[in-house]
């Protein structure tokens, strides 16, 4: 399996500096500050991607979950919501909540909800950021 990157690159000083972040396949460039990640400010930020990766790699793992047990998805639909708080004086990531909904055949909630628990603990993403309390809310549409 290929080892993925992306690229940052930070200029002044933390108030008042810049940045841009893009991903080695081009898919994405853009820029962050320190409006854009602690305020409201224009633009993207570490947590931001961090949820996209979260959101996919979690909608990737389900629709796998699912079809290994015969239950082919027509779709999953994931959200992810990173929250970055103040710990002790240190701006830190303090959970992730993930909420999905997905499109499947024949398919009761509650075993949905087992196949939706078994991919949050499988997911790449969820095992790498596991020191970080993730929750789950999954339904069926």
């Known amino acids: ?66 079809a290994e047990a015969g239950h082919d998805p027509e779709s999953v639909n994931t959200t992810a919501d990173v929250t970055l708080q103040m710990v002790e004086g240190d701006p830190t990531i303090t959970g992730i909540h993930l909420t999905t909904e997905a499109s499947v055949p024949s398919l009761d909630a509650e075993t949905f909800d087992e196949h939706a628990a078994a991919a949050k603990e499988g997911c790449p993403v969820s095992k790498a950021l596991a020191g970080t309390e993730i929750t789950l809310d999954a339904s069926l549409t």
């Open 1 to 66: 399996m290929p080892t993925r990157s992306a690229d940052a690159t930070w200029t002044g000083n933390l108030p008042d500096g810049s940045g841009t972040m893009q991903l080695e396949s081009g898919a994405y460039e853009g820029a962050y500050s320190f409006r854009s990640r602690f305020e409201d400010g224009d633009g993207s930020n570490p947590e931001e991607l961090i949820a996209a990766a979260h959101a996919g790699c979690f909608s990737m793992a389900l629709s796998n979950v699912l």
